[in-house]
T-cell receptor
Framework: DGGITQSPKYLFRKEGQNVTLSCEQNLNHDAMYWYRQDPGQGLRLIYYSQIVNDFQKGDIAEGYSVSREKKESFPLTVTSAQKNPTAFYLC????????????????FGQGTRLTVV | DQQVKQNSPSLSVQEGRISILNCDYTNSMFDYFLWYKKYPAEGPTFLISISSIKDKNEDGRFTVFLNKSAKHLSLHIVPSQPGDSAVYFCAASDRLTDSWGKLQFGAGTQVVVTP
């Protein structure tokens, strides 16, 4: 089945440690995204990538890093510089628009719950 | 500064009645709007969308209305069913600037459908 796979589903990290969240998609989508969800807040964009070997910061990129070496994979590293890393992290991908004003939607993975202990 | 706002954090509705969820936006460049449904500990799933050239889009029990002059959209669910109990996110896109579907999300509205 085509889709987006995030792993692990739950992750615990000690303060001061870096941790990497995995995101793999087999939808053949060019664009991939990382969002963070906190209680009472919407999804906030961390990083996004439109093509392999290229990515841009989103609204809350500080303390995070990403790579896009393969079209299918967009891992997110939560570094020790991220002050409040405990959150629900969502990876998404989207196909290119058909024409400049085509319809599009983002497809989401099941999420990773990261807890700092 | 949040560009997409859902001012009602929660909504309780009786089964069979209509659920109306509201969403306001501030960026006049947004031209495409989506609603997502999310269950706890799962990723959001796409529900329905509307382009700014339309004022209404309907899909089964779900209808989205767009009022561009007021920068307001709403999602109507009728009739509401117990399985509709979830968090609903409004999202917006500026397809000319962010042509790859980068979305701005509201804070979400928790819908509870009671028997």
């Amino acid at each position: 089945d085509g889709g987006i796979t995030q792993s692990p589903k739950y992750l615990f990290r000690k303060e001061g440690q870096n941790v990497t969240l995995s995101c793999e998609q087999n939808l053949n989508h060019d664009a991939m995204y990382w969002y963070r969800q906190d209680p009472g807040q919407g999804l906030r964009l961390i990083y996004y990538s439109q093509i392999v070997n290229d990515f841009q910061k989103g609204d809350i990129a500080e303390g995070y890093s990403v790579s896009r070496e393969k079209k299918e994979s967009f891992p997110l590293t939560v570094t020790s510089a991220q002050k409040n890393p405990t959150a629900f992290y969502l990876c998404a991908s989207s196909p290119p628009l058909i024409g400049p004003l085509g319809d599009t939607e983002a497809f989401f993975g099941q999420g990773t719950r990261l807890t700092v202990v | 500064d949040q560009q997409v706002k859902q001012n009602s954090p929660s909504l309780s509705v009786q089964e069979g009645r209509i659920s109306i969820l509201n969403c306001d936006y501030t960026n006049s460049m947004f031209d495409y709007f989506l609603w997502y449904k999310k269950y706890p500990a799962e990723g959001p799933t796409f529900l329905i969308s509307i382009s700014s050239i339309k004022d209404k889009n309907e899909d089964g029990r779900f209808t989205v209305f767009l009022n561009k002059s007021a920068k307001h959209l709403s999602l109507h669910i009728v009739p509401s069913q117990p399985g509709d109990s979830a968090v609903y996110f409004c999202a917006a896109s500026d397809r000319l600037t962010d042509s790859w579907g980068k979305l701005q999300f509201g804070a979400g509205t928790q819908v509870v459908v009671t028997p």
